[in-house]
C-alpha cells in the first residue's frame, strides 16, 4: 500500500488539474462539452487506482484533509456573488425563472429518491443522481456526496460524480437543439432586449491590499458560517454541512457591504479564489472516488440520469417556454436552463452562445440565466430543498 501524506495529495490535485486542462485544450470532445480539467484529471487518477487495486499490484491512499477547506472556501465565494442589486435589475422575468428552476430543484429530487426506491437502492443515492448532481453539478455532487457518506453510504461521491458527469453531457447535447426546436416552431426573431444588459465585471487590477481584504471578507463568513452551521446541527439534530453555512453568511456579508462600504467586495479577485479553490477541491474529490464500488449500481444510476433528461426537457418545452412569454429570450433561456439544470453555469453560457451566434443576441437571457445559476439557484432552493431531503432519508 502507498499512502500519500497531506502536501503530497495536495500536489497530485494541483498536477492532475494541469494534465486535464492539457487534455481539454486538445481533445475536440472534451472541449465541446465542456468537461471540467478537474474531472478529467481527477477519473485519469481514480481509473489508474482501480486497475492497481483490482489487479493486486498496490493500493494507493490519500489524504484528502484540505479537500473541506477548498469546498468551503469555493462555496463562500458563491456566496459572495449574490448582491441583491442584479436580483433588482433582474425584475419580474428573473424571479419567474428563478421560481421555475426552484420547482425542478424539487422534482428532480423527487424522481431521483421515487426511481431509486423502484430499482431496489438507498434513497440517498436517489438524491445523488437529483438535484445535487444536476443542478449543482460536479461542486454539488462533491459536497453533499461528502455529507452523505458521513452518514454511512459509502459510494454516494462517485455516484454523484458519475451522474454530474453524465448530465454535463446531456445538457450541452439537449440545449441548443431545444432551443433551435423552439426558434424554428414558433418562428421567434431578437427583439431589443427588455433587460438593457448587465455584467457584474470588475475592472480594478488585482492588488496585494485588496487581495488580502477579500480573504478576509471570505474566511470572516468561512469562520462565522461554519459555527452556526455545527451548532444549528447540535441544537436540532438536523444535518447542515458546514460549507451551507458560510454560504448563507456570505450572503450577508456581501449585501452588507454593498450598503454601507461600497466597492469593498472585487468579483474578478473572489472569482479567482472560487476558481482555484473549486479546480482542487474537485480534484481532490474526484481522484479520491473509489470506481470499484459502484459497479452494481451502473445501471440504475444511467436509468434515472435518463429520466431526468427527459423531464427537464419535457418541462423546458411545455411548462417553461410557456411562463417566460413564449418568444425569442425565452426559447435562447430554455437553452441555458437546460445547460445548469443538467450541468453547470459554464454550460448554460456556452449553449446560449452557441443559439444567439447563429440566430441573434438576447440581453435578457445573458442577465438572467447566469444570475440564477450561478448563485441564486443554491441559495434559495438547492441547499434548503437538498438537505430537508437528505434529512428525511437518512
Not at 500519500?4 to 485544450?25: E, S, W
Not at 449585501?255 to 461600497?262: A, G, P, Q, V
Not at 448554460?348 to 441564486?376: D, E, Q
Request: net charge neutral.
Amino acid at each position: 500500500m502507498i499512502e500519500l501524506n497531506q502536501i503530497t495529495t495536495l500536489f497530485l490535485a494541483v498536477a492532475l488539474y494541469l494534465l486535464g486542462m492539457a487534455l481539454v485544450n486538445r481533445i475536440g470532445f472534451l472541449n465541446r462539452f465542456l468537461i471540467p480539467a478537474p474531472v478529467v484529471g481527477g477519473l485519469i487518477f481514480a481509473t489508474l487506482a482501480l486497475v492497481l487495486k483490482t489487479t493486486g499490484i498496490v493500493e494507493i491512499t490519500l489524504d484528502t484533509s484540505l479537500q473541506t477547506l477548498f469546498m468551503i472556501a469555493f462555496f463562500t465565494t458563491v456566496g459572495l456573488g449574490a448582491s441583491f442589486k442584479l436580483i433588482k435589475l433582474g425584475g419580474k422575468l428573473l424571479v419567474i425563472y428563478l421560481l421555475l428552476c426552484g420547482v425542478t430543484v424539487f422534482l428532480q429530487n423527487v424522481i431521483g429518491v421515487s426511481f431509486a426506491q423502484l430499482f431496489g437502492i438507498d434513497p440517498l443515492l436517489g438524491v445523488m443522481a437529483g438535484a445535487v448532481s444536476m443542478n449543482g453539478g460536479h461542486g454539488g455532487a462533491a459536497a453533499y456526496g461528502q455529507t452523505i457518506e458521513d452518514l454511512g453510504i459509502s459510494s454516494a461521491l462517485t455516484i454523484g460524480m458519475a451522474a454530474a458527469t453524465l448530465g454535463l453531457i446531456c445538457g450541452s447535447l439537449s440545449g441548443g437543439p431545444v432551443a433551435r426546436y423552439l426558434i424554428k416552431k414558433h418562428d421567434l426573431k431578437p427583439a431589443s432586449g427588455k433587460i438593457e444588459g448587465y455584467v457584474e465585471k470588475d475592472e480594478r487590477p488585482i492588488q496585494e491590499w485588496s487581495f488580502m481584504v477579500q480573504v478576509a471578507l471570505l474566511t470572516f463568513s468561512m469562520a462565522v458560517g461554519t459555527y452556526l452551521g455545527d451548532l444549528f446541527t447540535n441544537v436540532t439534530g438536523f444535518v447542515l454541512p458546514s460549507y451551507i453555512g458560510a454560504m448563507f453568511v456570505a450572503v450577508i456579508v456581501r449585501n452588507l457591504t454593498d450598503r454601507f462600504i461600497k466597492g469593498t467586495v472585487n468579483m474578478k479577485e473572489i472569482n479567482l479564489i472560487g476558481d482555484v479553490s473549486l479546480a482542487i477541491f474537485l480534484s481532490m474529490a474526484l481522484m479520491s472516488i473509489k470506481l470499484w464500488e459502484v459497479a452494481d449500481l451502473a445501471l440504475p444510476l444511467i436509468g434515472i440520469i435518463l429520466i431526468q433528461v427527459i423531464f427537464l426537457v419535457l418541462y423546458a418545452i411545455f411548462v417553461m417556454f410557456r411562463m417566460l412569454g413564449k418568444d425569442y429570450d425565452a426559447a435562447v433561456m430554455i437553452s441555458g436552463f437546460l445547460g445548469h439544470g443538467l450541468g453547470a453555469t459554464p454550460n448554460a453560457m456556452a449553449n446560449m452562445s452557441a443559439t444567439v451566434s447563429k440566430y441573434g443576441p438576447s440581453r435578457t437571457a445573458f442577465l438572467v440565466v447566469p444570475i440564477v445559476g450561478a448563485f441564486l439557484i443554491d441559495v434559495v432552493f438547492s441547499a434548503p430543498i437538498i438537505i430537508t431531503t437528505i434529512n428525511l432519508f437518512k
